[in-house]
T-cell receptor
Framework: ETGVTQSPTHLIKTRGQQVTLRCSSQ?????VSWYQQALGQGPQFIFQ?????ENGRGNFPPRFSGLQFPNYSSELNVNALELDDSALYLC????WGTGEQFFGPGTRLTVL | GQNIDQPTEMTATERAIVQINCTYQ??????LFWYQQHAGEAPTFLSY????GLEEKGRFSSFLSRSKGYSYLLLKELQMKDSASYLC?????????????FGAGTRLAVHP
């Protein structure tokens, strides 16, 4: 196990709703990255947080937003959910500037 | 653009050797990772190459050629538990931060 935790494990929402996913980073890590993994695909980079600020973003619309807290934990918020948002959402923690990212177990989001 | 290619599926038998190839075209190359992912679980780190050559770690080895944009993961003495998806990911430095760009993954099935 990596020491990265995510909650909830599974979530079912309907179109148009909003969702918040949470991630606690591994002890000593100060950077959190979020990824979306659709079935049968590799993870896609959503954004990265360092020092409580977003410092990098992939090709995702503004309805995907996030926060990082002083203890380096993080939230991913998705507004106006669409069916295509159904996926496994992974967070990964790392220490700024180092290569390896440690992944949490993920949150499986289903949008009906 | 950013592009990472790896075979979709491979099959092999127990105790055999299998090589999973990955080719990439990315900007800001800053290293290449291989991750293993069992169905419904988070990716787990296998190897990291930043310089050309072979990195060996037990039954797993990874090779990188930066000039050719090519890497492979070599799995020896295959076991049934090695049945999983193997993700090739390029660490890309852009805009002052590093992000991981993943391939779609190679599903490996190991048969008795």
């Amino acid at each position: 196990e990596t020491g990265v935790t995510q909650s909830p494990t599974h979530l079912i929402k309907t179109r148009g709703q909003q969702v918040t996913l949470r991630c606690s980073s591994q002890s000593g890590h100060n950077t959190v990255s979020w990824y979306q993994q659709a079935l049968g695909q590799g993870p896609q980079f959503i954004f990265q947080y360092y020092r409580e600020e977003e410092n990098g973003r992939g090709n995702f619309p503004p309805r995907f937003s996030g926060l990082q807290f002083p203890n380096y934990s993080s939230e991913l918020n998705v507004n106006a959910l669409e069916l295509d948002d159904s996926a496994l959402y992974l967070c990964a923690s790392s220490f700024w500037g180092t290569g390896e990212q440690f992944f949490g177990p993920g949150t499986r989001l289903t949008v009906l | 653009g950013q592009n990472i290619d790896q075979p979709t599926e491979m099959t092999a038998t127990e105790r055999a050797i299998v090589q999973i190839n990955c080719t990439y075209q990315t900007s800001g190359f800053n290293g290449l990772f291989w991750y293993q992912q069992h169905a419904g679980e988070a990716p787990t780190f296998l190897s990291y190459n930043v310089l050309d050559g072979l990195e060996e770690k037990g039954r797993f080895s990874s090779f990188l050629s930066r000039s050719k944009g090519y890497s492979y993961l070599l799995l020896k003495e295959l076991q049934m538990k090695d049945s999983a998806s193997y993700l090739c990911a390029v660490r890309s430095l852009s805009g002052g931060y590093n992000k991981l760009i993943f391939g779609a993954g190679t599903r490996l099935a190991v048969h008795p």
